[in-house]
Each structure stands twice: as C-alpha cells, then as structure tokens.
Nanobody
Framework: LLQASGGGLVQAGGSLRVSCKAS????????LGWFRQAPGKEREFVAA????????DYADSVKGRFTISRDNAKNTMYLQMSSLKPEDTALYYC?????????????????WGQGTQVTVSS
C-alpha cells in the first residue's frame, strides 16, 4: 500500500514537499513515480525514479523545479517542488512498479496511493 501526504495550499513561487510511504511491499525492489491530475484533465506523468540505480525522469513541465528522491530505509519517496505555479495545482498520486526503469505510462504501475492535493494560488 502507498500513502501520499504533505499536500497543501501554497503561493505561486513557493515550495512544498510531498511524501509517499509504502507498506506491504519490498520497497527497494520498486521503481516509483509521481503523477498528477487536475480537475477536468487526464492524469499526467510528473517524475519517476528507478528501483536500482537512481535514474530519474521528469516531465518537461516540471524539469528544473521538481526533484524526486527515495529513502529505502524509510520506505518513503519524496517530491520536492519549488517555484510552484498555479498550473501545478492538482491531486498528486504516487505509484510503484516492480523492478523497472522510470516509466511515464500510468498503466505500467501496479500500486497507487490515494493522492494528496496541492493547490498553488496566484
């Protein structure tokens, strides 16, 4: 199971860190990803990190502003978001896929968290 947390309301230009804690899986065996979904829009890829070598991938819209990381000892993944924009407002989901490279397709992920709301005010 994945549990996302840390969302909230922040002003444009601000920073926020969301977390995703896993249980019931061998966390270090899983590639992890963040996706987001804004009202009326489809779920979109944000960032992902490999299970074994630290390789990361970012959507162009967040590259240079967001940083994905993982702490296998704590079974937790993070998404540090800075220079936030109103268009970053969305429900942020974490996801896990077994022993894979970072992936951008939501259908490739087996486990999903419940989402945490990030709202950026202008």
């Amino acid at each position: 199971l994945l549990q996302a947390s840390g969302g909230g309301l922040v002003q444009a230009g601000g920073s926020l860190r969301v977390s995703c804690k896993a249980s019931g899986i061998t966390f270090s065996n899983y590639a992890l990803g963040w996706f987001r979904q804004a009202p009326g829009k489809e779920r979109e890829f944000v960032a992902a990190i490999a299970w074994n070598n630290g390789n990361m991938d970012y959507a162009d819209s967040v590259k240079g502003r967001f940083t994905i990381s993982r702490d296998n000892a704590k079974n937790t993944m993070y998404l540090q978001m800075s220079s936030l924009k109103p268009e970053d407002t969305a429900l942020y989901y974490c996801a896990a896929r077994f022993r894979a490279s970072p992936g951008r397709r939501a259908n490739d992920y087996r486990y999903w968290g419940q989402g945490t709301q990030v709202t950026v005010s202008s």
